[in-house]
């Protein structure tokens, strides 16, 4: 099985992370992080978001990457699956 979109979201995951990390003053990035990162909705349910920490973040950050290496890894189960139909 090929893991290619695994590792492809795997790095859009931390490329976003870090590029929040290093512009998270600019608002269109701190929009852009929000928007396409999944834990960080829900953050906001379980931490004040007014006062975080970086442990906080940095969790929110491994989550984030989590979360993108898992939909990647989806994607390639399913191709994986439909490769195997196709070979039939």
């Known amino acids: 099985m090929r893991t290619t979109f695994t590792w492809l979201f795997t790095f ?4 976003l992370c870090l ?3 290093w512009f998270h003053d600019h608002d269109a990035i701190y929009m852009l992080f929000y928007a396409l990162s999944i834990p ?6 379980f931490t004040n978001i007014y006062e975080v920490s970086m ?4 969790v929110i ?3 984030t990457i989590a979360t993108w290496a898992l939909v990647g890894y989806v994607i ?3 191709a ?3 490769r195997r139909k196709r070979n039939y």
Not at 12 to 15: D, E, F, L, M
Not at 40 to 45: K, N, Q, T
């Open 61 to 63: 950050y491994a989550l």
């Open 12 to 15: 859009i995951g931390a490329a």
């Open 55 to 58: 442990l906080q973040i940095l």
């Open 76 to 78: 390639d189960r399913f």
């Open 40 to 45: 960080a909705w829900f953050a906001s349910v």
């Open 80 to 82: 994986a699956g439909y």
């Open 19 to 21: 590029i929040h990390f």
